[in-house]
């Protein structure tokens, strides 16, 4: 995750059902552009052109929604793209999961253990590797998704963590 760059003007919102969109106009502002998410998950992407503080500005989002939706920064292509507006191409947009990477091979009561301690909850382990699982923070836990990956990677046997994500591409026209 360290070389991850959050977007401070992007961000991903993947509101609870029934949650409409006019709730969500009214949590971002009139100054917001609000993008529809082309994803099997649903949401949209709100880019808030005024916005400086990535945690503070999910923050505010998630609050104004009465913490019915899950608010994520974008994160900025690693082509280090300057301009995450031009085109989208270079934004990565969390899904709201955590994958773990650990040094060694790890039992299920040590990912039990872990869920417990860091309050996450197993989602699967990954298919090919004994090393790696995905985990989904508790909808109680209301940190910041970059702050609970950066807290789960200080654990001792934990190699890397990083936010899952997807990507959306716009066909280019001539």
Not at 10 to 32: K, M, N, Q, T, Y
Not at 51 to 57: G, I, R, S
């Amino acid at each position: 995750m360290a070389n991850e760059q959050f977007s401070s003007t992007h961000f991903v919102i993947r509101p609870e059902a029934g949650l409409d969109a006019a709730a969500v106009r009214a949590a971002v502002g009139e100054s917001a552009r609000i993008e529809p998410l082309d994803s099997p998950r649903g949401g949209c992407v709100v880019i808030v052109p005024d916005a400086v503080d990535p945690e503070a500005t999910c923050a505010a989002i998630r609050a104004r929604l009465d913490h019915r939706a899950e608010v994520m920064p974008a994160i900025v292509g690693s082509d280090g793209d300057a301009d995450p507006d031009a085109a989208r191409g270079g934004l990565r947009y969390p899904t709201g999961l955590l994958s773990v990477r650990f040094t060694s091979p790890v039992s299920d009561e040590e990912l039990a253990a872990l869920a417990r301690n860091e309050r996450i909850d197993l989602v699967a382990r990954a298919k090919f590797s004994r090393t790696q699982a995905i985990f989904r923070p508790r909808k109680s836990d209301a940190t910041f998704l970059p702050a609970i990956a950066s807290r789960i990677g200080r654990n001792s046997g934990i190699e890397a963590v990083w936010l899952d994500t997807e990507s959306s591409y716009r066909k280019a026209t001539d």
